[in-house]
């Protein structure tokens, strides 16, 4: 018996009771549609991150001071006031340091803002010139901080374009527009290009002042918040970062590394945290979704048991006619292994138009893993043989006479 | 020569639980190549479980069973396939012919269980259709046939392999007695053909179609005559 007359003939079974047929399937198509979608959704939403954070600049190092110990209480990191200016320019200018191509000091601070009868709390950050390109920010409208900024401490201002509309109303051009932090007058010089964050940390939410002027003027600190240096390449960030805390160690008379006074954070640290935060729960809704292709499974060995319970006349008469226990159970296990598997390439489609849905109505990036299909498919077949196994077993077990019996 | 069926101190015991029940006690006789045999009983008198043991769907308690040269009562239950896949053909009461299902496909079964490809199974199973006057039947599935022509399909199907026996449990049980009388034309025909049939039936006027009547009761058999002057031979 040529196994392609039984897949015909399988097929020709389950199409004679369509609304059975496809019932059953539907446990599978769930399951495996929900896997693919959930994973596809998954690895998007981490490119999406991943991406976010590359667009914050390529290779950086970000140096904060550390925690401050007083007694028993410790601050939180970024509260002391270990990391200077001096920090920043030796490790630009230091002969050890061979791997960090720029060097970003900088003060960030949270404070109200005004414009005319317009109010806002945001995050204002002194920069210097060189902060545009390490972190791959640029204007749309007039021009970023300068140089010549910083040494003439100008109360100028760059702002980000959810500012300028928290700040302004939308037929307003902001440049040239004066505004007030902590009282004092800044003149804006510019806007910056959307960035596309949300929430607290919104690269789009920020007020940018030159960092000779929020250090002296505006907030009267002699340290900064953080110094990000960018590496080479990404090949030497470890090395960088190595040369970088040896230096600081140094300056700093610091000889056990475990007692620093400043923390050094990779941007690769960030992503992979990011990474295996949404991979943990990528994988935790994969399981959900798993589960639900066990229940289908068993939905799939239910019918079957069904149906070989109803066709136990006619498994009689095949085993009369000389139909072997081989014959039979190619018979059934062939019929569950084509549910399972049709349920799973529609499941598989299901799952593929409800990502790319999903994605483009909350503008994540569509991915599909050619590996989540290939799974996807052969494990709606796996499932097929294991719950098909059983009631194809208790098929080919019939006794012929009792079979031809049964009403 | 040795006889096509040997059969010799067949008993068969169903142990149901706590009774013990003998359906076949010693049974002993031969058929030869080419007989026409009807096995005759009330119900309950073992009848059907002979019918079982010929037609290799059960095996005895005791004694042994040579059919066509081979030992049947010691085989494994594919091997007991095999034996009915090639040597019988079966003819049932119910016909048992698939639902939804051509004539000409229902003809086909066994001989793919035999391992014959496709083309030559359908032209097989067209010139028995022919043969069995439902040549222009072929197509109808089994809900559009008539009692008859059902159980035609089904001799169809049993010669469809050229068997050592043709096997009939009660053959004309579900139809009307007029086709009852073309079924049994058929077999008398393929008898003069020379194909060995052997046709379970508890009724007389059906009985006498054939040439020799075994008659069995409660599991022995009674008597063993000619057909249709019922002479006494054993």
Redesign the interface.
Known sequence: MEYKEIVEEAVRTLTINKLRTGLAMLGIIIGIGSVIALVSLGQGSQQSVSNQIESLGANLLTISPGSQQGGFIRGGAGSATTLTLDDANAIMSSSTVTDVSAVSPEYSRRAQVTAGSNNTNTSITGVEAIYASIHKVSVSEGQFISDNDNAKQAKVAVIGPTTASNLFNSNTDPVGQSIRIQGQAFKIIGVTVSKGGTGFGNADDVIYIPLSTAMNSLFGSVSVTSVVVQAKSSNVMNAAEDEVGYLLLDRHKISDPTQADFTIISQNDILSTVSSVTGTFTALLSGIAAISLIVGGIGIMNIMLVTVTERTREIGLRKALGAKKKDIIAQFLIESIILTFAGGVIGMMVGVAASFGISKVISLPFTIAISSIALAVGVSGAIGVIFGWYPAQKAANLQPIEALRYE | MSSLISVSHVSKIYNTGEAETMALDDVSFNIEKGEFVAIMGPSGSGKSTLM?IL?A??TPTSGTYILDGENVEKLT??EL??I???KIG?V?QAF?L?P?TSALKNVT??M????IP?EKRLEIAEKYLKMVGLGDRMDHTTSQLSGGQQQRVAIA?ALSLNPSIILADEPTGNIASDQAEEVMAIFQKLNKEGHTIIMITHEPDIAEHAKRIIHIRDGKIVKDGNGHKQHLIA
């Open positions: 079982h037609g769907l059960d239950d594919d396939a095999g009915r896949n090639r079966f049932f048992n698939l939804r079964i066994p793919m269980y035999a391992g496709k199907r």
